[in-house]
């Protein structure tokens, strides 16, 4: 996370957790002077607006100098050592008020990194837990979560491809809701191709207020059709498993 529309959705999730700096590539470490003075730069030193530009033009090309896409967000994330489908990106890109996965603007670079105090990879490694932290307060964690619709979903179109959703899914429910892995295989099996805003938001209010059992889950509240369909399916799935198991 982010790294746009060049790979496949459903790789967003493949190494969410891996955080573990890599090795930088041989083209990037063959760059002696940028490279070896940001070395130096120590992460108590003050911000510096000439410095954050520098450093993002590191990650930019000349025919498109005030914009970091695809190839230099796979540079800047090798240099502060996290894969980019890694969650700590979506918040990073969430601070920046980006608008378009697998790209920074030059704005949009300078309004995040100068209000988290970063202009170097030492710096910005030394935030990342900062950033992290973030997810752990539930109203924060909803902003970021709608945020990332908007963010993930192709910007000619008003709802998310289910591909997408699945893996935005997984990136931030995965680990949370019990239910997920029960979720994904729902939709796998359905009839849906797109996830509209609202079901978006819905999910996450599910996954926060219904009971692993649904015995507090309304059939007649103002749930989307979706999931009543999926509390239909599960109930109907662990019912099969039950008869199942009564029967042997």
Sequence with gaps: MPRGKRRAADTISDNMDHGQPKRARTSYTSIPTQQSSRRHIRAEDGFSQKRCLTWFQEYTSPDEPETL?????????????????????????????????????????????????C?????????LDYLRS?????????????????????????????????????LLLGKHWPLYPQFAQFLEQSKYK???????????????????????????????????????WLRLQRSQVTSTSGSS
């Design 194 to 232: 797109a996830i509209n805003k609202d079901q978006w938001c819905n999910i996450l209010e599910f996954s926060r207020t219904i009971s692993i059992d649904l015995s507090n889950y309304d059939i007649d509240g103002a749930w989307p059709v979706m999931l009543d369909e999926f509390v239909e």
């Design 134 to 170: 973030i997810l752990n307060d539930p109203n924060s964690f909803k902003s970021i979560y709608r945020y990332a619709y908007d963010f993930a979903k192709d910007s000619d179109q008003r709802c998310m491809d289910i591909l997408t959703a699945k893996a935005m899914l997984q």
């Design 69 to 117: 896409g695809p190839d230099g967000m796979e540079k800047f994330c090798e240099d502060i050592g996290v894969e980019p489908e890694n969650i700590v990106m979506l918040v990073l890109a969430y601070k920046m008020g980006a608008t378009q996965m697998g790209f920074f603007s030059q704005q949009e670079w300078l309004k995040g990194l100068t209000e988290l105090d």
């Design 119 to 127: 202009d170097s990879a030492a710096k910005m490694v030394v935030k």
